[in-house]
């Protein structure tokens, strides 16, 4: 009898301030709260800040965020701190790309580096707002 496989169920992304980061992640990928983790009425206290979770139009987990206390932010592509981990995002089009490059920047991303014009992958790392990297580059659909 073999082993049942993994499943992966979701990324988990740490920040000092989860709700904000998971908004950045929800407009920029077009996903929603997962039923109860919604934000709560403006001036009432956020009962659900310490985890959240995104999930997609079909209701499958996705992203989740928790609230830790400090968080260095990662110094890539030099520096003492790396980053653990990243996000590839990725588009069909250079001027997909050029589209949700203006996005992500006024959602609040930074641009870490820009290989836009390599033509055998054209792509963008950016940070988002707690300093996490992530890419957007244009690929093939899967």
Do not use: K
């Amino acid at each position: 009898m073999g082993l049942e496989p993994l499943l992966l169920r979701q990324v988990v992304i740490d920040g000092t301030d989860a709700r904000a980061l998971a908004n950045f992640y929800r407009e920029l990928l077009g996903l929603r709260y997962r039923d109860g983790d919604e934000p709560p009425p403006p001036g009432e206290p956020d009962p659900r800040e310490d985890w959240l979770v995104l999930v997609d139009g079909e209701g499958s987990p996705r992203l989740a965020f928790q609230q830790v206390a400090e968080l260095p932010e990662p110094t890539w592509p030099h520096g003492p701190r790396p980053q653990m981990m990243h996000l590839d995002l990725t588009v069909p089009s250079t001027e997909a790309l050029l589209a949700h490059h203006e996005r992500a920047l006024g959602l609040g991303a930074r641009l870490l580096l820009d290989r836009f014009d390599d033509p055998e992958e054209p792509l963008r790392v950016y940070a988002d707002p707690a300093g996490h990297p992530f890419c957007i580059f244009v690929a093939p659909a899967p």
